[in-house]
T-cell receptor, first 115, second 110 residues
């Protein structure tokens, strides 16, 4: 059973460009979460999605960031007009609802560098 | 949001030593997970342990939910145990959103 997959693993963008990060959840998982790891802030929740629905986006910056999880295909985290402060590791996690359990499994992350 | 505090922030051990990592949280939780972030940056699931005790090889964990803390025990440490250990909790009412502690940086010397 393949784990959570993310691509690309490393992404370099110039300031002002767009970054698209992809996440394929584990087979059978219908819940996807995105987290960001900044050196001075630790791991922070960004957004929680189910297929075609954003459930909780309270951790997303108000501008330039968006996320989707379409009916078909991977979840996408999109960052428009990137700035140096967006440089970070972005992790995707997935889970399956089992009773009250939301145990999350993480992908290897995408390391975004903005030059 | 919920506060998650981990201690110690840094731990240096010689191979073969035992250690205990602690995670305190400020509110009742639905779920609690321990992760190991290896030197390559990958987050590895260690335990899903909202309450009780679990063991997996040289690692074990105990969560006392009523007292709002969890402990991770590492016995006979090895150099491959090096990395950052994170505790993360889910308050249940936040639909699975995990709140992470700042982690314990473990370095094991041969």
């Amino acid at each position: 059973n393949a784990g959570v997959m993310q691509n690309p693993r490393h992404l370099v963008r110039r300031r002002g460009q767009e970054a698209r990060l992809r996440c394929s959840p584990m087979k059978g998982h219908s819940h996807v979460y995105w987290y960001r790891q900044l050196p001075e802030e630790g791991l922070k929740f960004m957004v929680y999605l189910q297929k075609e629905n954003i459930i909780d986006e309270s951790g997303m910056p108000k501008e330039r960031f968006s996320a989707e999880f379409p009916k078909e295909g991977p979840s996408i985290l999109r960052i428009q007009q990137v700035v140096r402060g967006d440089s970070a590791a972005y992790f995707c996690a997935s889970s399956v609802l089992s009773g009250a359990s939301y145990e999350q499994y993480f992908g290897p992350g995408t390391r975004l560098t903005v030059t | 949001g919920i506060q998650v505090e981990q201690s110690p922030p840094d731990l240096i051990l010689q191979e073969g030593a035992n250690s205990t990592l602690r995670c305190n949280f400020s509110d009742s939780v639905n779920n609690l997970q321990w992760f190991h972030q290896n030197p390559w940056g990958q987050l590895i699931n260690l335990f899903y342990i909202p309450s009780g005790t679990k063991q997996n090889g040289r690692l074990s964990a105990t969560t006392v939910a009523t007292e709002r803390y969890s402990l991770l025990y590492i016995s006979s440490s090895q150099t491959t145990d090096s990395g950052v250990y994170f505790c993360a909790v889910d308050r249940g009412s936040t639909l699975g959103r995990l709140y992470f502690g700042r982690g314990t940086q473990l370095t094991v010397w041969p």
